[in-house]
Nanobody, 127 residues
Framework: QFQLVESGGGLVQPGGSLRLSCAVS????????IGWFRQAPGKEREGISC????????VDAPFVQGRFTISRDDSRNIVYLQLDSLQPEDTGTYYC????????????????????WGQGTQVAVSQ
């Protein structure tokens, strides 16, 4: 059974950092593309960053601008999302998801084509 579990969210002040983890079970994390997405209250889900299977090619959304970094630890079967220079507009629920299509990762349409999703972890940025 495929399962993705996010952790690492929390409350931080503007300018702070968090490291989110996506623990994968049921398959090797390098087998499929893994993406990170977020949804702010009242807004549609949007893609943040994804890492392709095997080679680990990375695609970032334009708004990332070097503040967020995705990485993968194949030995631990975890995909991370490092969040730096957080701002109040980064507040939301952050999800990881797996795309089982074997294609290069992408962030189109809020990840509607991704097949398995975690339950999400909350990130709140406030004074």
């Amino acid at each position: 059974q495929f399962q993705l579990v996010e952790s690492g969210g929390g409350l931080v002040q503007p300018g702070g950092s968090l490291r989110l983890s996506c623990a994968v079970s049921g398959f090797e994390v390098a087998t499929y593309a893994i993406g990170w997405f977020r949804q702010a209250p009242g807004k549609e889900r949007e893609g943040i960053s994804c890492i392709s299977r095997r080679s680990g090619g990375i695609v970032d959304a334009p708004f990332v601008q070097g503040r967020f970094t995705i990485s993968r630890d194949d030995s631990r079967n975890i995909v991370y999302l490092q969040l730096d220079s957080l701002q109040p507009e980064d507040t939301g629920t952050y999800y990881c998801a797996a795309d089982l299509s074997y294609r290069t990762c992408d962030l189109a349409n809020g990840g509607s084509h991704y097949d398995y999703w975690g339950q999400g972890t909350q990130v709140a940025v406030s004074q």
